[in-house]
C-alpha cells in the first residue's frame, strides 16, 4: 500500500505540522503502508499560469517538480494533506499545489482513492482549513477518513499530547484499514458525485477547446 504524504508547511517536517504528520505517519506504517512524504518547502511548486494546457493535452509546462508530484498522487492508494492554518486558510505553498492539481479536480481523477487531513495552528480556528482541504479532496474524487487538527503550544508540542498523538496513529491505520476495506464514506457522496456531474457538464460544454479532458471522460 502506497501512501504519499503532501506536507504543506514553510518548515517542511520541522515544523509543528511536521510534528504531527510524523505521528500520523507512524500509525500508518505500523498498519504496513510504504510512505513518501513530499515537502513543498523542499519541492517549491509555482503558481498556475491559467495556460489550460492541462485541459488541453493532460501536461503542465510550467518547469517545477509539479508533473512528478502528480504521478506520485495518481500511483498512491492513499495520500495526506498537511498544513498550518495560515489565515484561516492553508499555506500559499499548499495553495499553489492545489491550484495546479485543477486538471485533476476537471476529471475527479483521484476517485477510488483515500485521504486524511493534518492541520495544527497557533491559536486554533482549526476548522476552517480542515473543512477546505476536505472539500478538495472530495472535488478530486477521493473520500476522506478523517482529519485532525490542533493549536500548538511552543515549536513541535501540544496540549494534552499524548492523547493527540494517540488519535494521529489511529488516523494513519484508519486511512490504512480504509484502503485495504475499500470503505465507503457516503455522508461524502454529496458533494463528491454532485461536483464530478458539475465538472462532465463543463468539459462537456468545453470539449472542443480542452480535447485531452473530452477524450478522458469518453474512455472513462
Known sequence: MKIVAINGSPRGMNG?????????LAGAAQAGADIEVVSLSETPIKPCVACDACHKV???????DYEIVKDKLIAADAFILATPNYLLSITAQLKAFLDRCNGLIHLTALEGKYSALVETSGGGGDEEPLEYMQRIVNAMGAQNVGSI???GMGPRMFPDQEALFQKARALGKELCDSVREKRSFPEQDGFRLGFKERMSHLIGFMGECWPYEKEYLAKR
Open 16 to 24: 509543528t505540522t511536521g510534528r504531527l504528520l510524523e505521528e500520523v
Open 58 to 64: 493532460g501536461i503542465c509546462p510550467v518547469k517545477d
Open 149 to 151: 487538527g490542533s493549536p
